[in-house]
Structure formats: C-alpha cells, structure tokens
C-alpha cells in the first residue's frame, strides 16, 4: 500500500520552505463572554457508513474501507468562518496568524501580481504553482498588494490549524471530528459521492467551486469564480450547510493518521483535512467528495485553506 500522501492542491506544507519553527503557542486568548449558536445548525446523532469503497478514491489517504460509525449530536456552522468574523476575532485578540510569524505563506501563482512575481525566489518543488509570497496572509491572501475588503464574506483562508484552535477558543467552539465532518457534510445521504448526490453537474448545474478547464493552466470559470466564492454560494445540503466541499479546505481537529504502523513517518504531524478546494480538478485532485481527505502540518498555511466549527451541545 502507498502510505504518502498523494500530490494535491491543497498540501504545500511549510516544512517544505523552512525547517525553523516560529511558532510561539503561548498568546494568551481570552473566550468571549458568550457563545452565540448563530447560523450553526443542530446535527442529530445516529450512525452512517463513513469511507468509500470506490475506485476514484486516493488509496493513499485512506478513504476506505466503508465502516458504521456512531455520531453524538452536535452544532455545525453553516458557512466556514469568513474574513469578517475572522477579523472580529483579531481585532479583539490582537492574536498573529503562523503567516504573519513566519513572514510568508502559499499562494496560488495566477493570483500573484505581476510586480510582486520580479520578487518570487521559491516555489513547492513538486507543486511549482504554489509560489512562496513575502507578507502573504489572512488580511492580505495574494501578498502585500491585496485585500480583503471586497471579500469579507469570502472564506478566510492562509488560516493554519494552530490559528483555526485559537478562534474556536475564542468563539466557545471547537474543530469538528473528521467524522463529525463528514457525516454533516453527507447530509443524510448514504454513501453519495457529493453532498448532494452521485452526479457532479446535475442538470447542468454547477454546485461547488472547483476548477474548470487544464490544470493548473486554464481555469474557464464555469462555476462562475476563479479564486474562492462568498461562502453562501450555491445551494445547501440536506442539513441546510453550505460548500461543504469545494471552495477552500477544511480543518479537523485530529490527526491525519490513526493507524500509526500505517504511517509515513514524514506525515506524522499532518492534521486531517476535508472538502476540497477552488483548485480541485477531476485531473489531478478529485478531492472535492465527502470521503476524500488530505493532510498538512499543524503551522502550514495556504491561499486555499480555512475552516468552521461545532459545538457540543
């Protein structure tokens, strides 16, 4: 069995760049004083068969095999957490990304300004569209000539699992379980590839933000976007939850691997990761399925990363 992590759109990890670790994980984050359920939505617990047994799944990764989990009940957000409620939270905990600390992070190289490209000296080597970009963040996602003002219910993205922990504790939340995940991302379906069904384009119609066109080339926007959408695009699943797949990946909270004979030892801080990405394309990532899972390292940030929460009842 191959037990790498295959090459997908979402895994330009840090470690891949620089060896040093910046991270500092003693900023002091205070909750707020009161937890709102707004725009989450209650999942009943119950069972359903988490995996896939199908033959478009990344062996890799560890899809498989289908297997009857069990699900507390629990609170989902309905969207991921958007630029404006991530600047919420740093405005009022002063809190500094791993982006920022480390002074750069991934972005895609067709979102790159020409000016800002004179300036680009590394890329991921086995990925070269991921370019390295000095004082790429969360409030500045394709460098220091970006913003997000025009964007603010857009996914926040160059989030890394450390700074996703930090706004759960803030907010009285937390990541969800990979099971967890997907059982609400599956929206009372049973074992349907996407949230809404079997077929990617039903009529016709687009139902997620992925890529179109020649990988990593050509995007033709189909979809209508080329970048990430406002995160109440398209229509929601069963459970009234919206791009639970496509858009930008999502973290969970545990590990990449649980079976620890089963794993490659450079993968061994990788958190799960689910959902997909604006950069999937059936080509090269088909990760934009409710199975599918990836994983990246604990401080890694990306122009196509970010998350939403649960919490317990």
Known sequence: MD?????????????AITKKNMIDNNQSITAKETSSNENMVLIQGGKFLMGTNDPIQNRGDFEGPVREVAVDSFYIDKYSVTNEQFRQFIDETGYVTDAEK???SFVFYQFVSKELE??????VQQTPWWYVVQGAYWKHPEGPDSSIDQRLDHPAVH?????????????????PTEKEWEYAARGDLIQQTYPWGNELLPDGKHQCNIWQGKFPQVNTKDDGFFGTAPVHTYEAN??????MIGNVWEWC????YQDTHLMNPE???????KGGSYLCHESYCNRYRVAAR????MDSSTGNLGFRCVKDL
């Open 118 to 123: 004179k300036n680009i000296s590394q890329v």
């Open 102 to 104: 480390y002074g750069w």
């Open 294 to 297: 990836t994983g990246n390292t």
């Open 253 to 256: 909270s545990h590990p990449f």
């Open 3 to 15: 037990n790498n992590i295959q090459s997908c759109c979402g895994a330009a990890k840090r470690s």
């Open 159 to 175: 989030i890394s699992w450390n700074d996703a922990q930090a706004y759960c504790k803030w907010a009285g939340k937390r990541l």
């Open 267 to 273: 993968y061994k801080e990788f958190m799960v990761m």
């Open 238 to 243: 069963g459970y009234g939850l919206y791009q």
